[in-house]
């Protein structure tokens, strides 16, 4: 059963603006799918066979455009790997992918389904569009033909793309992108030669897209902002949450804000694997999110966003990231740092030892400040202050600067950095910030139970700091400045470049 969450004093507007020509706002969905996996094989299986299972997900996915057009949708995004799944080798992977042509053949594969040749996939995708009016996000895998004469041409004669599609209200494939930055596990894809930034015009905007681990890199993903201005990105990913930062609702909400675009990103569903975590997420807000570690049910989300978000007075002012923290003396404290692991990055922390207070942890050329208050320093909990300046190097190489306060799993200080789900202290004040050396920093605050705080209760102000506004006792997980230090990385995340053996 697909259920839907969508905001009801949007639906009567949603009917309204499709008569309109430029719309000031649309109407976005997201649909956090259960994907019908195939059984682990060592040999390729049939293309009939590879047909059945993606159009048992496809007959899922169906269900979810079906409902979100009938709720005013104009574009819905659906997961990365949402169609065949994830467990497959170079060979395995085969009979699941299709010849993606160039968007600029000018193809609605649903009224021309043979113009180039077999792509069963593509020409239900597009009729999925055309029928229901409404734009269709979806990612697959390419199959790309070469020879002896491409000198980087793998040996079985073909290059393998994870690939996202774009298909109009008309069914007009409009945008083909091929994902640039492979995480780790994926050896069925091939590395594309060079990065491509694959925008498109819609009557409500102007829309990029890139897929999962993009969203880390400068190239595609913030040439597509910065370069290209983008006003709305859509985002397939199949994200696993790594605790305590690298949650996807934090994240992905944190990466809007900052960089002052819509995105709309849908995840996979399968809590074996802790991917979870979809939404539409505004640079001023959250729109709606979905999290949910207990049920194996997938999630139709909906909200209206502004079409065109800088062009709006309540587009975020531009945030000076070390302007305060670089205009203070480091707090001074015990002096008794200790370090601690978080996604093997070695943090410097130092715990927090009363109720109230203010504390500096330095690593490198990156000093973090708090400012604190709690209802109480309860004897059962621990947070710690701590502090990463460096490069990430394992599943993709990054450079990292990060501030963060954290409750630790245990009152064990070598747990500090651990997964932890719950929290009762309650702090009533805070002000995170830090001497970072990138102006793209993303802020995150995590409140017990995984939840996203609120607006309401904190701002992020344009001298750098994340600080508390409400007065509202908040049960903190994780507080984060999370900053990318682009100049610093290596030429690309991933495994590559070149092919994949």
């Known amino acids: 059963m697909i259920t839907s969450y969508f905001p009801k004093y949007v639906a009567p507007f949603a009917f309204f603006v499709l008569s309109v020509g430029a719309l000031d706002t649309f109407i976005a969905a997201v649909y956090e799918h259960a994907v019908i996996l195939p059984n682990r094989t060592e040999t390729p299986v049939s293309e009939e066979a590879a047909l059945l299972l993606m159009s048992k997900n496809i007959d899922v996915l169906e269900k979810a455009v079906k409902l979100a057009a009938t709720q005013g949708a104009h574009i819905i995004v659906t997961p ?8 497959f080798t170079r060979e395995t992977i085969y009979p699941y992918l299709e010849d993606i042509p160039h968007p600029e053949v000018n193809w609605i594969p649903c009224t021309d389904p043979q113009r180039f040749g077999y792509a069963p996939v593509q020409v239900r995708l597009s009729c999925l569009a055309k029928d229901n009016s409404i734009y269709v996000v979806a990612n697959i895998g390419d199959k790309k033909p070469c020879n002896d004469s491409d000198p980087e041409c793998p040996p079985d004669g073909r290059y393998q793309y994870n690939t996202d599609v774009v298909f109009d209200s008309q069914g007009k494939l409009v945008a083909r992108y091929h994902k640039y930055n492979l995480f780790a596990p994926e050896v069925q894809f091939d590395f594309p030669k060079d ?23 400068h190239d595609p993903a913030v040439v597509m902002v910065n370069k290209f201005q983008v006003d709305s990105v859509l985002y397939p990913t199949a994200w696993y949450n790594t605790l ?87 707090f001074l404290s015990e002096k008794l740092d200790f370090p601690g692991m978080i996604y093997f990055d070695e943090f410097t922390f130092t715990e927090l ?7 500096t942890v330095c690593q490198k050329d990156l000093c973090c400040h708090l400012t604190y208050k709690m209802s109480e320093k309860r004897t059962d909990e621990v947070y710690a202050l701590g502090a990463f300046d460096g490069l990430h190097t394992v599943e993709g190489q990054y450079y990292l600067q990060i501030c963060t306060l954290l409750k630790c799993q245990t009152t064990d200080l070598r747990t500090c950095g651990e997964p932890v789900g719950s929290a009762f202290t309650k702090f009533e004040e ?8 990138t102006s793209y920093v993303f802020p995150q605050l995590i409140l017990s139970g995984s939840q996203l705080a609120s607006e309401s209760h904190y701002e992020v102000s344009r001298d750098g700091r994340l600080q508390s506004r409400s007065g509202a006792p908040l049960p903190i997980l994780v507080m984060a400045l999370y900053g990318r230090v682009f100049e610093k990385d290596p030429p690309r995340l991933g495994q590559g470049p070149g092919k994949l053996q």
Not at 430 to 437: C, E, K, M, Q, V
């Open 80 to 87: 990365e790997d949402g169609i065949y799944g994830w467990v």
């Open 195 to 217: 990065s491509e930034v694959v925008t498109f015009d819609t009557p409500f905007g102007k829309f990029g897209i890139f897929t999962c681990f993009d969203i880390f890199s």
């Open 244 to 330: 305590p930062l690298l949650s996807a609702v934090p994240f992905h909400s944190a990466w809007a804000r900052a960089m002052g675009v819509n995105l709309l990103s849908a995840n996979t569903h399968n809590t074996s694997m802790h991917m979870t975590g979809s939404g539409i997420y505004a640079p001023e807000a959250v729109k709606v999110y979905h999290y949910d570690m207990e049920t194996e049910s997938g999630q139709l989300m909906l909200s209206e966003l502004k079409s065109r978000p800088r062009s709006d007075p309540t587009f975020p002012a531009p945030v000076d990231w070390s302007a305060y923290a670089k205009g203070i003396k480091p």
């Open 353 to 359: 030892k009363r109720n109230a207070g203010s504390y």
């Open 430 to 437: 805070f002000a995170l910030s830090g001497t970072f050396g």
